[in-house]
């Protein structure tokens, strides 16, 4: 049986852009030693050289035991703990080349918040069809800016394990300084609120965009969480995870702060752009995008309601004017709240 509750003192991390550096300088600051991998040579070559990301989070300097490498083989053999932080569309190709340098001391988690394109399978199902059910995995989710993650102001999230050794461990690695970390043995209702908040960002977005005002916001907050709840229920995760920092507590994160590439997306799109165009100016990884395809597959499957996550799949692959979209929102029957 491998120890897992004790704390570690090294860690990968896999993924180099804001969140990516911004978890690997926390981790940094908790003085373990901390290993950051990008897939781009040459990127990680001028952040090692330079000290800071100069393409993310310029500014903010690297401490000594922050080292870079864009070597698969080094990051394993240089912890235990492997840290994935890379856009969901890329998470099955890194298990796969992670997986042949994996020994049985090894533990995986994220801090991804997406699901898997096309299939609209959960990571942690992805992470069990690649590298099988014996290796213990986790996550880390909740309200968090990259670039105030990055400055050290106080954060709070939660981690979720297979274990709660685990959840522990991973928990103790976070916690410092301003980073406050509570657990979770919900790893479901942890990844699925990360995931639909992040659509829900670009209802709230759009409907920003086109001008309607806070009202418009609120009830886009209170009904999107209402969809999330159906569908976490309806795929066994807690209720509570859902009402905790990574269900409503990113949900108002994203929904309400320009920092949100998810919300600054809606924000395009109400002021009449294309969603090409939108995230092509801005320039990073719109997980709920992508995710917003991925929730309507699970949405149906699961045959329950939800409209706002339904409306924005429309506008992003259908088409749909956005007015409209609201419109059709606004029009639909009269129905108990609860």
Not at 10 to 29: D, E, F, N, P
Request: with cysteine; charged share 20%.
């Amino acid at each position: 049986m491998k120890q897992h509750h004790q704390h570690p003192n090294k860690i990968s991390v896999y993924g180099a852009g804001s969140w990516g550096t911004a978890l690997a300088l926390q981790l940094a600051r908790n003085n373990l030693d901390v290993l950051l991998w990008d897939y781009n040579p040459e990127h990680i070559a001028l952040y090692d050289k330079q000290r800071e990301n100069t393409h993310y989070l310029p500014g903010i300097p690297f401490p000594q035991n922050l080292k870079c490498t864009d070597s698969i083989k080094q990051m394993t053999e240089h912890a235990e703990d492997q840290l994935i932080v890379i856009p969901s569309h890329g998470f099955r190709t890194l298990l796969q080349q992670i997986k042949p340098f994996l020994a049985a001391r090894h533990n995986i988690f994220w801090a991804t918040k997406g699901l898997e394109v096309g299939t609209g399978k959960l990571l942690h199902e992805v992470l069990i069809e690649e590298l099988g059910d014996k290796i213990p995995y986790g996550l880390v989710s909740g309200p968090t800016f990259a670039l105030e993650v990055a400055k050290g102001l106080p954060s709070a999230m939660t981690a979720a394990a297979s274990t709660p050794e685990l959840a522990q461990r991973i928990a103790s690695a976070f916690q410092g300084g301003n980073y406050r970390v509570y657990t979770s043995n919900d790893v479901l209702g942890v990844e699925l609120g990360g995931a639909v908040k992040n659509v829900l960002a670009i209802a709230a977005g759009i409907s920003d965009g086109l001008g309607f005002g806070a009202n418009a916001r609120a009830a886009i907050i209170t009904r999107g969480l209402a969809e999330i709840i159906r569908l976490a229920e309806s795929m066994g995760a807690k209720n509570e995870t859902i009402m905790g920092l990574s269900g409503v507590g990113d949900l108002v994160l994203t929904c309400t702060d320009n920092q949100s590439r998810n919300r600054r997306l809606g924000l395009a799109l109400g002021e009449g752009k294309t969603p090409e165009a939108a995230i092509q100016e801005i320039g990073q990884a719109v997980e709920g995008a992508k995710s917003s395809s991925c929730i309507d597959m699970l949405a149906s499957r699961a045959n329950v309601e939800m409209p706002i996550c339904h409306a924005v799949y429309q506008v992003i692959y259908e088409k749909l004017p956005p007015k409209q979209a609201v419109k059709d929102l606004l029009s639909r029957q009269l129905k108990a709240e609860f």
